[in-house]
């Protein structure tokens, strides 16, 4: 550190420091995920194409063009990527023909990887945009991005140890599914509960100066301030007491180095090490690191949860992080609003959103609706805002809302709501959307009580405000609108009575003051019939096989109508290659509604077919509604001629020395890795020893046999046989004296 004034904060000393910096945004990729997946077919039929041939430049220049757009691919359309990425086969083939495959970006089959997970939310700068960001830590210093096809293992946390199976392109995996093994739930250390131990860290860098507003006093009132608003003001308000803040503000330090905005890992790193002889870091589980920058492409970062965190001094440690552009902390309430949405993160918490319907307050069960990801302006995780964190994030995820202050509904019934602020009595309902679905309204009731709901728009307070819970909400909230026929969001409480159209249940507001919310819950109305169109699957993404050969994949099908309807009937189609045979193990699926059923598809390559990948789709209909979905078929060429070449230095050995033999494999003239070899001598009298090993990078696989004084002498032989990719060589046997 430069030249520094000491300040006492909180009873603790800080160092401060005042220096400028400009920090660029990150690089924005150059080409769409069309484009890239355009990219990617291109090089890979023309890669398959040279498969008979020796590698060249034109190879190496394909296999890194094809290596570019894949890995943008796998962050912009991780589904688009499995489907163009090659199977293990063709991958095999790619290796042994090409020996600098690997080195120039060609991917990999990955299965069952683990590691330490490190997620976090980026929040963008407009506070409108937002990147989720999942890194698996493998190594010691090597993180992957992954990018799941589907949806994320629910509830997944910074700390928890995760396995996934799914293509690796250099730094990032596209996952096609993943399991928690480890949760970080086990660490009580990162309990949503008590008080929450914080430490802030403010950090510049060279020649930046930070704003003059945000001071080591002014960043304190906004965390731990006793009166008037802070973030321990508002866990405590917000949890009736369960949770608070605590801790102490450090800085302003400078880091030796500038960073950009996407080096969040570098600059956490800097400012532990910056403030390790001033604090302790195993006094702390939230880490909050402020800094100024004027071209930052986010207002602040936060990992969900706690990962395994590192100081100098103090050794690893179980902390949240989360990254706050010092701009916004140039006022108190602009601050808390801020670290209470990154706060919120670090607690485990995702975005509090809202989900339109257009003229409805909600659609068809299944709908999937528009969805603005900050759109709550009723909870600290919507837009920023004072309003306390929703209901089920409040049950689900925190643990300050539970036992009589929670009711499940799944009968008629009258039901009266405390105010969400009061501390006492029910105060949320977890009401089952009709008969026999999985889908979920809670409802609660906020009133201008403290001095967080109090700044809230004031619609609110003369209603239920009611959030969507169903499949596609995962860790979010879905606030919705139930006066549609304004377009604000600012007056979405239910204040008279509604009707389901999609399913049995009505809900009626049969009273609202301050001391509380009457709603009526019945489940008497008739359940209609409501069709969707089903959706339709195809696994594996991309098989691949020999032209006359088949390929088999399994079509899954989901009927999408509501439960008052009736089982259907769905016919399977195929739009295969031209040319192309193909044959369904049933040619319709008899579904049940919200149901899925499954079943093969064999499609036969013609003989002659020419390399390269071919597109193909499935679709399934019941005569009036319809779904589809696309896979891919790659046609390899006919697999080069394998074979193998066994050497021996000499013809004549002695007793107690060694016979050193080496196997070449090769597949048209280029070498194989990674390829068994056995290795047999036969000696004299017939007795064998059989050795094993597999080739290197070269081809070559090499095992030595020392003769003993007790063998006997006489003629010896050795031979060698691999087999590779479904073939398999032998080598001559090579005869030498034992004298």
């Given amino acids: 550190m430069g030249q520094a004034s000491r300040v006492v904060v909180g009873g603790r000393f800080a160092l401060l420091t005042l220096a400028a910096v400009l920090i660029s945004a990150s690089e924005v990729p150059a080409q769409t995920g069309g484009d890239d997946a355009a990219l990617v077919r291109g090089a890979s039929n023309r890669l ?6 020796s590698a060249d430049a034109e190879t190496y220049r ?3 063009e094809r290596a570019g757009g894949l890995h943008r691919l796998v962050k912009e359309d991780p589904v688009a990527a499995l489907a163009e990425a090659f199977s293990e086969p063709v991958l095999a083939r790619l290796r042994a023909a090409f020996p600098e495959a690997q080195s120039r970006g060609l991917e990999s089959r990955i299965d069952g990887l683990e590691g330490e997970v490190e997620a976090l939310f980026v929040d963008g700068a407009d506070l409108r945009t937002c990147e989720s960001r999942i890194l698996l830590n493998v190594g010691a210093s090597e993180a992957l991005e992954v990018h799941f096809a589907g949806s994320r293992p629910e509830g997944l946390m910074s700390g928890d140890r995760l396995r ?14 993943g399991t928690v093994v480890a949760p970080v ?26 704003p003059i507003e945000v001071t080591p006093a002014s960043v304190q009132e906004i965390f731990f301030a006793s009166s008037g608003r802070s973030v321990d003001g508002y866990w405590r308000e917000t949890s009736d007491g369960q949770a608070s803040a ?9 880091l030796p180095q500038n960073y950009v905005c996407d080096d969040s890992s570098a600059i956490r790193t800097a400012a532990i090490a910056a403030a390790d002889a001033d604090v302790n870091f195993q006094q702390y589980t939230r880490v909050f690191i402020v800094f100024p920058t004027t071209n930052c492409n986010w207002a602040g970062l936060g990992t969900l949860g706690c990962p395994t965190l590192s100081s100098p001094g103090d050794g690893s440690f179980r902390a949240s992080t989360s990254w706050l552009v010092a701009a916004y902390m140039r006022t108190r309430d602009q601050g808390v609003k801020l670290v209470a949405h990154e706060g919120g993160h670090n607690l485990g918490l995702h975005h509090a959103s809202s989900r339109d319907f257009g003229v409805e307050a909600l659609g068809a069960l299944g709908a999937a609706g528009t969805l603005s990801e900050y759109g709550d302006i009723f909870s600290a995780m919507g837009s920023l805002n004072l309003g306390h964190y929703a209901a089920p994030h409040m049950v689900n995820l925190l643990g300050w809302l539970g036992g009589s202050s929670v009711l499940t509904v799944e009968t008629p019934g009258t039901f009266v709501l405390s105010p969400a602020e009061s501390g006492a009595g029910l105060r949320a309902l977890k009401i089952r959307r009709g008969t026999g679905n999985d889908a979920w309204l809670w409802a609660e009731f906020r009133q201008p ?5 109090s700044t809230l728009p004031s619609q609110v307070f003369s209603g239920a405000l009611l959030h969507y819970a169903d499949s596609s909400t995962g860790t979010h909230t879905h606030l919705l609108d139930f006066t549609p026929a304004t377009s604000s969001w600012n007056d979405p409480a239910l204040v008279g009575s509604w009707a389901d159209p999609y399913s049995n249940l009505s809900l009626s507001v049969l009273g609202a003051g301050p001391a509380g919310l009457t709603l009526g819950v019945d489940f008497s109305g008739t359940i209609p019939c409501v069709e969707g169109s089903p959706t339709v699957s195809l696994s594996p993404p991309n098989p691949s ?28 189609s195929c739009v295969p290659p031209s040319g192309w045979a193909y044959a369904f193990g049933s040619p319709s699926l008899a579904i049940a509604p919200g149901a899925s059923a499954s079943t093969s598809l064999t499609l036969t390559i013609p003989a002659g077919q020419a390399p390269a990948v071919y597109p193909l789709s499935v679709s399934a209909t019941d005569g009036i509604l319809s779904g589809s979905a696309s896979a891919n078929a790659t046609v390899l060429p006919p697999p080069a001629a394998l074979s193998i070449a066994l050497a021996i230095p000499s013809s004549i050995y002695s007793k107690g020395s060694t016979v050193s033999m080496a196997a070449t494999v090769t597949q048209g003239g280029n070498k194989v890795a990674g390829a068994n070899v056995v290795f047999t001598l036969t000696k004299s009298s017939g007795a064998t020893v059989v050795q094993s090993k597999t080739t290197s990078n070269k081809g070559i696989a090499s095992r030595t046999y020392r003769i003993k004084s007790n063998d006997p002498s006489g003629t010896y032989t050795v031979g060698a046989s691999v087999t590779y990719g479904g073939q398999t060589a032998t080598s001559a046997l090579i005869p030498f004296t034992v004298q």
């Fill in 185 to 210: 739930a086990a660490f009580s250390s990162c309990s949503t509960m008590g008080d929450q131990r914080t430490v802030v860290l403010l950090v510049t860098f060279p020649g930046v100066t930070p």
């Fill in 545 to 572: 096989a020999p032209a006359g050969n088949a390929l088999s994949y399994t079509v899954t099908v989901t009927n999408g109508d509501s439960g008052g309807c009736p089982a259907k009937s769905f016919a399977l």
């Fill in 62 to 64: 394909l296999l890194e």
């Fill in 48 to 53: 398959i194409g040279r498969l008979s041939s």
């Fill in 449 to 453: 009580i403290g001095i967080y709901d």
């Fill in 246 to 254: 605590s801790g102490d503000v450090f800085g302003w330090y400078t």
């Fill in 164 to 177: 996934v199976s799914g293509i690796r392109v250099e730094d990032r995996l596209a996952a096609e599914g």
